[in-house]
């Protein structure tokens, strides 16, 4: 049975009709980026408009790493009371494309309905700024919410760390640098078919070629190669470039990890959540059957993306609780 023969059919009706021009390819990153400009706007259609009742402001984070400073864009439910949690959250975009504008529908909803600060970073893009480069910039965003949290009316005990695909490997990066670091605490790690391993060893590695699915192997070899400014796979890749390489896993905040069967990522996702049990982080691994890279984004009307979007808020909710 092919990949295409296991797609959940309403995810598959979308797939087979959607625009050819706007299908991702890498071979340009220039051309990519502002392809996916296009295809928010297009996906900002098929989303209710932005809450009024979220304020949406932007500022930045000294990064004591080289010195810059990194843009962080904060949502903010405008009727919370008293001191909230927080949200770092990390967008996606294979480490070479995107900004936090095209998460605004998702942010400002997690802000309201947790509710929360959520703190989107607008870290660097490969492959002008490889590995360390994009990481930091996140690391530098959750010091700053945590050494601003009274400031920004934040419980700085109640922070977590969140993203998707590139952004969900950079929040487990993250993850592992916030626990090793030791500066700030972080209680929750959201990762949505996160990008972790550079091998692309994995027989779901292999099945993802076509590019109406969004994501596939050659796409990920091209990211890879971008962020870590060399050749993917070879043998001194640092575990906080790619969260898959990591040999201990114990200490890390508890996780939520949620990948499609149809998914590039499947099996090293469900690898990293296996080996986060196994080194008694708790963590819960959802998989969602018939689901391809971004169903949730692309196709957030079907019913599977709903069922995901709510479980990821619940989820939150629950982590976040005071």
Request: glycine share 8%; charged share 20%.
């Amino acid at each position: 049975m092919s990949v295409f023969e296991r797609i959940d059919p309403e995810l598959a009706a979308t797939l087979a009709a959607f625009p050819e021009e706007l299908l991702l390819d890498l071979r340009d990153i220039a051309l990519a980026r502002r392809r996916i400009v296009v295809l928010r706007e297009a996906l900002a259609s098929l989303m209710p408009p932005l809450p009024s009742d979220v304020a949406i402001t932007d500022e930045f984070a000294p990064n004591t790493y080289d010195g810059t400073a990194v843009r962080v864009r904060l949502y903010r439910p405008a009727a919370a009371q008293g001191t909230l949690p927080a949200l770092v959250w990390i967008h996606g975009g294979g480490y070479v494309m995107g900004t936090p504008e095209m998460n605004d529908p998702q942010c400002a909803e997690f802000a309201r309905s947790l509710p929360a600060l959520v703190a989107s970073v607008d870290y660097r893009l490969a492959p002008e700024h490889p590995y360390p480069a994009p990481l930091e910039d996140c690391y530098a965003a959750l010091r700053w919410v945590h050494e601003r949290a009274e400031q920004l009316g934040v419980d700085r005990e109640r922070i977590a760390i969140g993203g998707a695909s590139a952004g969900g490997g950079l929040a487990a990066a993250l993850a592992l640098l916030a626990r090793d670091r030791g500066e700030v605490p972080v209680r929750f790690q959201l990762l949505i078919y996160p990008m972790l391993d550079d091998r692309n060893e994995t027989p779901s590695s292999y099945e993802i070629t076509d590019r109406r699915l969004i994501w596939t192997r050659e796409w990920n070899v091209v990211g890879w190669r971008a962020y870590l400014g060399r050749e993917p796979g070879g043998p001194d890749v640092p575990a906080y470039a790619a969260p898959a390489r990591a040999e201990n896993l114990a200490g890390l905040p508890p996780a939520y990890v949620m990948v499609g069967t149809a998914d590039l990522f499947r099996d090293e996702d469900i690898a990293y959540a296996q080996r986060l049990m196994q080194a008694g982080v708790l963590t819960e691994l959802h998989v969602f059957a018939g689901a391809f890279h971004g169903f949730d984004a692309f196709v957030p009307s079907a019913w599977v993306s709903q069922r995901a979007n709510a479980e990821v808020l619940a989820v939150l909710q629950r982590a976040l609780a005071g």
